[in-house]
């Protein structure tokens, strides 16, 4: 499935808008960190609409301040990602250095309710879809995965992934209204076929994935592995980014969602109903080759045989979540992409076995 930015409500003219700062929002943010002389402020438009980001440029460097979004913004949560910030940056693992404020030090300033970070600003490529891309993808995930196993975290964060998650029937219900509301035109009985068969496919694929997932048990977890949170330069990945969604989980909840996010086919210029079918077995295939070379331990037989399971329920949650608070994926047609998650859906059930002896006989070579 392609990541695309995190949705909120429309507004009047259809349009959504875009969570800015504001002049005495920013001038007092800015005077709790030492900057130097700063030259430019330029919005960075990236990630969650409800995260305004700013480019900074000063005599010091460049920064991107970033203001958390709503339901991220929990400081116990906050402070448990920047502690695998600092603990990856401490071991050489290109992460974004956090910058601490100037009245105590902290790398998370809270003010009137907000909670706001500042970043060095790192400079890179964005995924070019190649089978490579995805191999340097898999080996940073590994090395990741590595580097936290020991990873003793002061706070606890949220617990949940998009694996056995509740309230799913509910967000089907609300995606068909949000739909309806705007597309009138769209069938509601196809709407409500299409949901209902969703929602039993989510359970088949949750019962499905279970056995792959007890062993080797919970570990530190990125949460939100997927290209649009990596940058490379020359071949190498020049930077991971985005911890908010870091939580203690099964790492192949890492790997399957990776896998999903580097096996989608889509075609831009396409309505997603016309995409491809297929995955792209050879990204996944070279991520996951990737990731054995690095992680503590490779995939395990039971771990493999859950990924097309997760790869469904990954699909499905991602996808209805959005659009059962808009109407809508990103600027996509919501009844359109809920087409195209069941058709893709409807394809992999039946291909599960051959998918997982593909990706078997793959890392046995």
Request: proline content about 8%; hydrophobic content about 40%.
């Amino acid at each position: 499935m392609p990541r695309r930015e995190e949705s909120k409500p429309p507004s009047p003219s259809g349009r959504r808008k875009r969570d800015r700062f504001v002049a005495p929002e920013l001038a007092k943010v800015l005077s709790h960190y030492d900057l130097g002389v700063i030259h430019r402020l330029r919005p960075h438009a990236r990630g969650s609409r409800q995260a305004p980001k700013l480019l900074i440029s000063s005599d010091r460097g460049e920064f991107l301040l970033k203001r958390r979004a709503p339901g991220r913004d929990d400081p116990p949560r906050v402070a448990f990602a920047h502690g695998l910030v600092a603990h990856l940056a401490a071991h050489g693992y290109p992460v974004p250095a956090l910058v601490p404020t100037t009245n105590g030090g902290s790398t998370m300033l809270a003010m009137r309710g907000k909670v706001y970070e500042l970043f060095e600003f790192v400079r890179g490529e964005r995924d070019d879809r190649s089978v490579e891309a995805a191999g340097v993808a898999g080996v940073a995930l590994g090395r990741l995965h590595t580097l936290l196993a020991d990873h003793e975290p002061a706070t606890r964060p949220v617990a949940g992934s998009y694996h056995a998650a509740n309230g799913l029937d509910a967000a089907l219900q609300r995606a068909a209204s949000a739909i309806r509301r705007v597309e009138p035109k769209a069938s509601a009985s196809e709407i409500s076929q299409r949901c209902g068969f969703l929602a039993e496919a989510y359970r088949e694929a949750t019962t499905r994935a279970a056995a792959g997932l007890a062993v080797p048990g919970p570990t530190v977890i990125h949460g939100d592995w997927h290209p649009g949170n990596l940058l490379y330069e020359r071949g190498r990945i020049a930077a991971v980014l985005d911890f908010d969604s870091a939580r203690i989980e099964p790492r192949i909840i890492d790997v399957a969602n990776g896998a999903l996010q580097f096996g989608m086919q889509m075609r831009d210029e396409k309505p997603p109903e016309q995409w491809p079918l297929p995955l792209h077995m050879e990204r996944i295939r070279a991520l996951l080759e990737g990731y054995n070379r690095t992680a503590w331990a490779p995939i395990t037989p039971a771990e493999l045989r859950a990924v097309p399971w997760l790869v469904q329920e990954a699909l499905i949650l991602e996808s209805v979540l959005p659009i059962a608070a808009t109407g809508q994926f990103a600027q996509l047609s919501g009844d359109a992409f809920l087409r195209m998650v069941e058709r893709k859906v409807r394809w992999l059930r039946p291909r599960t076995e051959k998918l997982t002896a593909f990706l078997a006989d793959s890392l046995e070579d």
